[in-house]
């Protein structure tokens, strides 16, 4: 069984930045794809950066030049630095991996409990 769990969020006025973690546990083979979503009260989920395998990065327009996506496979980690934040940035930003436990498993699913972000004066 393979748990994400994020850590770093909280309270921060307009402007200022916070780094966001997601450490992976368990049985572990292969780490693909990392993404980080958030989703606001009353509003879908979205993307916000994800990391490919291959290294390709994505970052969604209404944060790109902000925010910034990591990861660090040997530690089972992913990173999400956000700076210049503003009020529409408060959230819960949620982990998502694509990890296979084994050579012989298919690539699976999964997702961090969320840790929210709340941007305000």
């Known amino acids: 069984q393979v748990q994400l769990v994020e850590s770093g969020g909280g309270l921060v006025q307009p402007g200022e930045s916070l780094s966001l973690s997601c450490l992976a546990s368990?049985?572990?083979?292969?780490?693909?794809?990392w993404d980080w979503y958030r989703q606001a009260p009353g509003k879908q989920r979205e993307l916000v950066a994800s990391?490919?395998?291959?290294?390709?990065?994505y970052v969604a327009d209404p944060v790109k030049g902000r925010f910034a996506i990591a990861r660090d496979d040997l530690k089972a980690a992913a990173y999400l630095q956000m700076n210049s934040l503003n009020p529409e940035d408060t959230a819960v930003y949620y982990c998502?991996?694509?990890?296979?436990?084994?050579?012989?498993?298919?690539?699976?699913?999964?997702w961090g409990q969320g840790t929210q972000v709340t941007v305000s004066s």
């Open positions: 998502y991996a694509q990890i296979k436990q084994s050579a012989a498993d298919p690539v699976s699913d999964y």
């Open positions: 368990g049985s572990i083979f292969s780490i693909h794809n």
């Open positions: 990391s490919r395998r291959d290294g390709t990065l």
